[in-house]
Every structure is written in C-alpha cells, then in structure tokens.
C-alpha cells in the first residue's frame, strides 16, 4: 500500500481547507485510514481516523470542526474548517493494514499553515 497525501497550504485563521491521500496498491488491506498531525517541536498525534465501516473517532480539538470521509477505494479527505492558528503543522496520512495493530503505513507530510 501506498499513501500520496495532498492538500496544504497558506490560510488564514477562520477558514478552510480540505487535504487529501490517494491510496494505491493492494487496497483491500486497509482496515483504517488516520490524519496525524505534528505541530512544530512537538510529537505527532492522530487527529481523525476512520474504518472500513465508516466508523469515526476525532481528537477533542478538531471535534466539530474537521471531518474525514473515505471512498471505496480508501482514498481519504480531512475536510478542515474553522481553522485556528494551533492547527498549524504537518499533517499525515496514515493507514491501518488488516491483522496488524498500528498504523504503520504513512503518506508524506503535507504542511498546513493557519495566520492569525
């Protein structure tokens, strides 16, 4: 499996933006799909995921404001709103593959910056 994450950028506080991961490969073994974010000189922490049941879970400081949807082919959106000069960092990717206990298959980094 493959992740090609997509989407970030430059917006000022207030508004929105919507990052994106293409999943390629053998698919089929995705259990989940998670957005990570990793704020400067901090550790990287899961925002939003999502299973192949369309289960949801948000961190509390995204909840209301973010939302992730996948597609049948588990590519995966982080639809942003309401976006807050703390939501600034690199954002990630993540997929759970069936049978394993972690998500340990990541896209690359996609920065999102929020001005106040």
């Known amino acids: 499996v493959q992740l090609q994450a997509s989407g970030g950028g430059l917006v000022q506080a207030g508004g929105s933006l919507k990052l994106s991961c293409e999943a390629s490969?053998?698919?089929?073994?995705?259990?989940?799909m998670a957005w990570y974010r990793q704020a400067p000189g901090a550790q990287r922490n899961m925002i939003a995921s999502?299973?192949?049941?369309?289960?949801t879970m948000y961190e509390d400081s995204v909840k209301g404001r973010f939302t992730i949807s996948m597609d049948n082919a588990k590519n995966t959106v982080l639809q942003m709103n309401s976006l807050k000069p703390e939501d600034t960092g690199l954002y990630y990717c993540?997929?759970?593959?069936?049978?394993?206990?972690?998500?340990?298959?990541w896209g690359q980094g996609t920065q999102v910056t929020v001005s106040s």
């Open positions: 490969g053998n698919v089929d073994r995705i259990a989940a």
């Open positions: 999502i299973t192949s049941f369309g289960t």
């Open positions: 993540a997929a759970l593959i069936k049978l394993r206990v972690e998500f340990d298959t």
